[in-house]
């Protein structure tokens, strides 16, 4: 992915990319929220705050997010993953981690808040009858709602969990960084 963004010319792509551009020592980086860590990504480097473990898929992400070249403004529409063009074969990878999350969460919605807060996720009062709704910004220009709904034993309903992209996701993101950036959000939400 690299060899993706070297040819490009950060500076322009910040204000697109929801990014701040910036120099060092001649060479240009761009700087990005990712998950409210502020990371410095250069052409040949992501530079994490100190105390941050670094992973190198992230980079991978970071890279994609980068290469997509953004400057699209967000459509303010909201749709599953299933409505996103190509994503059958992968809707079973998302459906699995919707239900881990659920199931990890079942008869404890009061832990579930407190690990949206803690995962600096925002609740939402947007209409729709989900027990929890909840907005995250994980990249700048990547919103993603998480809807949790907790188990009713006497209905025999099982807790659920479903996400919802910007229309626009896939200007920014391919099927398998999004993936991907929804696995991170899972793992920080279930980090205890």
């Not at 290469?67 to 967000?74: D, E, I, K, R, T």
């Not at 700048?140 to 807790?159: H, K, M, Q, R, T």
């Amino acid at each position: 992915m690299q060899e993706n963004v070297a040819p490009l010319d950060f500076s322009l792509l910040a204000h697109g990319l929801g990014a701040e551009y910036g120099e060092e020592s001649g060479h240009p980086y761009l700087k990005l929220l990712y998950f409210g860590n502020s990371l410095r990504i250069f052409k040949d480097e992501v530079r994490y705050p100190e105390g941050i473990i670094k992973n190198p898929w992230d980079a991978i992400l970071l890279y994609n997010y980068i290469a997509s070249q953004g400057n699209q403004p967000l459509a303010g529409k909201w749709l599953t993953f299933q409505s996103l063009p190509n994503s059958i074969s992968k809707t079973k990878t998302l459906n699995i981690l919707e239900q881990k999350l659920a199931s990890h969460f079942s008869g404890r919605t009061d832990l579930f808040l407190q690990q949206v807060k803690a995962s600096m996720g925002t609740l939402s009062n947007e209409e729709g009858d989900a027990d929890v709704k909840a907005i995250f910004w994980p990249l700048p220009l990547i919103p993603i709602v998480l809807l949790f709904w907790d188990a009713i034993e006497e209905e025999n309903f099982g807790a659920q969990c479903h996400f919802l992209f910007d229309a626009h996701v896939m200007k920014y993101l391919d099927l398998e960084s999004l993936l991907f950036l929804v696995e991170r959000l899972q793992e920080r939400l279930m980090t205890e």
